[in-house]
């Protein structure tokens, strides 16, 4: 079933040039970016992005490392895109991410695993709109 989900390539992954490598594997894997930006993240994006950890205890080191360069948001759209897209970036753990997943090549810490994903198809639809607006 095709679908649309929301990637962004968080700051380390362009302070690492990973970029190009990201994308060569998500285009590879047969999935189409429709659309793409690089853009910087202001505090409130990432309040609103992150709402579900605003209240933790770590949530600061998480705005400061978000808001610390920029991010390349992409509009990805395939088969089953979102639980594809799930299956090549690897668990959010970067320890349980299996050599061969985009975690599991290039994390280096949970903070620090390059790339985020939307987790369904209605959280990826309000994240499209939140990075790209609501004509996206």
């Known amino acids: 079933m095709k679908e649309r989900t ?13 970029v190009g490598e990201v994308i060569k594997r998500i285009e590879q894997k047969g999935f189409e970016i429709t659309n793409m930006k ?8 990432v309040k609103e992005h992150y709402a579900h950890i605003a209240d933790k205890p770590f949530f600061p080191e998480v705005k400061d490392f978000m808001t610390s360069g920029p991010v390349v948001g992409m509009i990805v759209e395939g088969d089953n895109v979102v639980e594809g897209m799930r299956i090549l970036m ?16 290039f994390a280096i810490s949970n903070g620090e695993n390059i790339i985020h994903g939307s987790d369904s198809v209605e959280n990826a639809e309000i994240e499209i709109k939140r990075f790209f607006g609501k004509d996206a």
């Open 6 to 18: 929301y990637i962004m390539l968080k700051p380390n992954a362009i302070k690492r040039r990973l």
């Open 38 to 45: 690089m853009f910087t993240l202001t505090d409130e994006l």
């Open 90 to 105: 690897g668990p959010t753990k970067w320890l349980e991410a299996q050599p061969g997943t985009i975690r599991g090549d």
